[in-house]
């Protein structure tokens, strides 16, 4: 009579172990990795969300200086879209993705044309297709605007027949965003911005769902269910379809969930091989930024809430309207809303949760201040107040 094996037992994680294992798959926590540079941190992260909110600068610039530090903002796109190495599709939202991951993409793709519209409808799809593919072949890369105009005069949402195609066409991979110019979408056919390898791919949706949740768990290091789903957009039950094939290991992490439940968290089995250690990055984050942009994740392991108020009623903020986490020793510690005013760096509120803070707060000012091209930095409302004298003397005396 044969024995079925004994399951393993599921490694026990603490709370602090969750948080350095984020924070190192991240890249918030040993020596960055300068020779990868920006394009190294777009293949780990796997995903780089676009906002159009441009403060300090666009979000998706100020991800890859939260972890490498004060790189210059040109190489920065042009390490994004430069060789045809990225592309934009709908993953946790608009994003910047890998090239490699076109074909991971594959599922989603499928599923817009089993829909068979986007929100928009074309009033004649087959014309304003054929159209736009003909234009892109002849004339491409090509802007909405360089297509005949994205909309009909009205609101934003008042799109063109031409932009409705461009989109669907995008949506349904025959089209692919290339890069941003001037905020505007550049498109080409497929046929020519991705490499025949990867085009010649196409994976089914077990296959594309299986391999998004193994790397949104390997850029996450740890994460509950919902965190893989939350990572690229998937359902619970995409990544419940998945998981247990997906390189990713169980894991029970203290405060999360069901104390010893099973498969309460998964974390990626090359984070747990080793202890993190190493450095600890100083630096205000994009409220978009992939360790942030899942609020129920930032609040169980940062103990830390924050909400973007961009959209707020000003009256009614708390933070201000682009307020920016600040991370210092592994840990949140406060939020910075900045401004620019010539070449000076704005604090129009700084909110710092301990005295603690304001020593990496002064030098996350100055470091955002130097990247941006200012060379000087002013405070102006600190909460608590009580720290406003300190925060002051800290900056000047960086």
């Known amino acids: 009579m044969s024995i079925a094996p004994s399951p393993k037992p599921t490694v026990?994680?603490?709370?602090?172990?969750?948080?350095?294992?984020?924070?190192?798959?991240?890249?918030?926590?040993?020596?960055?990795?300068?020779?990868?540079?920006?394009r190294g941190v777009l293949r780990h992260l796997g995903a780089v969300q676009l906002d159009t909110i441009s403060v300090l600068a666009r979000s998706h610039e100020l991800v890859p200086c939260a972890r490498l530090g004060a790189v210059g903002r040109a190489p920065v796109e042009a390490a994004y879209w430069g060789a045809g190495t990225s592309f934009e599709y709908w993953s946790h939202a608009a994003c910047i993705l890998p090239i490699e991951e076109w074909p991971l993409f594959a599922?989603?793709?499928?599923?817009?044309?089993?829909?068979?519209?986007?929100?928009?409808?074309?009033?004649?799809?087959?014309?304003?297709?054929?159209?736009?593919?003909?234009?892109?072949?002849?004339?491409?890369?090509?802007?909405?605007?360089?297509?005949?105009?994205?909309?009909n005069g009205g609101p934003w949402w008042d799109w063109s027949e031409t932009k409705i195609a461009i989109e669907w066409l995008l949506d349904i991979g025959e089209v692919v965003c290339t890069e941003r110019r001037s905020w505007k979408r550049v498109y080409d056919l497929a046929e020519r911005a991705v490499p025949a390898a990867l085009l010649a791919q196409d994976p089914d949706d077990e296959s594309c769902l299986r391999r998004l949740v193994g790397q949104a768990g390997a850029a996450l290091g740890v994460a509950a269910r919902a965190d893989l789903a939350d990572y690229h957009r998937l359902k619970a039950e995409q990544v419940d379809a998945v998981v247990a094939d997906s390189g990713l290991v169980p894991v029970t992490v203290q405060g999360w969930g069901r104390a010893g439940a099973p498969g309460a968290a998964w974390a990626d089995p090359a984070a747990l091989a080793t202890e993190p250690r190493g450095r600890h990055r100083t630096t205000l984050l994009s409220p978009f930024d992939s360790l942030v942009w899942d609020r129920a994740r930032t609040e169980r392991i940062f103990g830390f809430t924050h909400r973007l108020e961009a959209y707020v009623p000003k009256p009614k903020r708390v933070y201000g309207y682009f307020a920016m986490p600040l991370l210092a020793g592994g840990r949140l510690v406060g939020r910075i809303d900045p401004a620019r005013?010539?070449?000076?760096?704005?604090?129009?509120?700084?909110?710092?949760?301990?005295?603690?803070?304001?020593?990496p707060a002064a030098r996350a000012l100055h470091e955002a201040a130097a990247w941006v091209g200012c060379d000087a930095v002013k405070v102006e409302r600190v909460v608590p107040e009580g720290l406003a004298g300190p925060l002051t003397a800290a900056v000047a005396a960086v």
């Open 107 to 151: 599922f989603r793709r499928r599923a817009f044309i089993t829909r068979g519209h986007r929100w928009h409808r074309l009033a004649d799809a087959e014309k304003s297709c054929a159209e736009v593919r003909a234009r892109l072949l002849s004339d491409g890369p090509l802007t909405a605007g360089d297509l005949g105009g994205a909309r």
């Open 12 to 38: 026990e994680l603490s709370a602090d172990e969750a948080r350095r294992l984020a924070l190192r798959a991240q890249g918030m926590m040993g020596a960055p990795d300068r020779r990868a540079g920006v």
């Open 341 to 359: 005013e010539g070449r000076t760096l704005i604090a129009r509120q700084a909110s710092l949760e301990s005295p603690a803070a304001v020593a």
